[in-house]
């Protein structure tokens, strides 16, 4: 079982920054061979696929953030990140880190729930106006 806790999350008003990390762990747990992710679920609206980073470090982006999030991972550390930048009143969500075994997906099955296995508890940002 893997073990996925997110951390960063907090109040911030429109074009400010927020940096969230997700620290993995679990039995036998070799960071560097799983896809990671980052969802997001607002109130009232389905979970959103917003990033994802493969095992080597190649990324992908939902439309709606590209250009202001970055995503990275530290294997070395079983550490995700993803750096918020000129944040949105539509940001606002709750912010989750997901990851799985198998290989990350390249095409839009990316962004799908479905794909990914273990999740975390997911950590609060809101973006005032």
């Known amino acids: 079982q893997v073990r996925l806790v997110e951390s960063g999350g907090g109040s911030v008003q429109t074009g400010g920054s927020l940096r969230l990390s997700c620290a993995a762990s679990?039995?036998?747990?070799?960071?560097?061979?799983?896809?990671m992710a980052w969802f997001r679920q607002a109130v009232g609206k389905e979970r959103e696929g917003v990033a994802t980073?493969?095992?080597?470090?190649?990324?992908r982006y939902a439309d709606s953030v590209k250009g202001r999030f970055t995503v990275s991972r530290e294997n070395d550390k079983n550490s995700l990140y993803l750096q918020m930048n000129s944040l949105k009143p539509e940001d606002t969500a709750r912010y989750y880190c997901?990851?799985?075994?198998?290989?990350?997906?390249?095409?839009?099955?990316?962004?799908?729930?479905?794909?990914?296995?273990?999740w975390g508890q997911g950590t609060q940002v809101t973006v005032s106006s």
């Open positions: 997901v990851s799985d075994r198998s290989q990350c997906r390249y095409d839009d099955t990316w962004s799908a729930a479905s794909e990914y296995t273990f």
């Open positions: 980073i493969d095992r080597d470090g190649r990324t």
């Open positions: 679990g039995y036998g747990y070799i960071h560097s061979t799983y896809c």
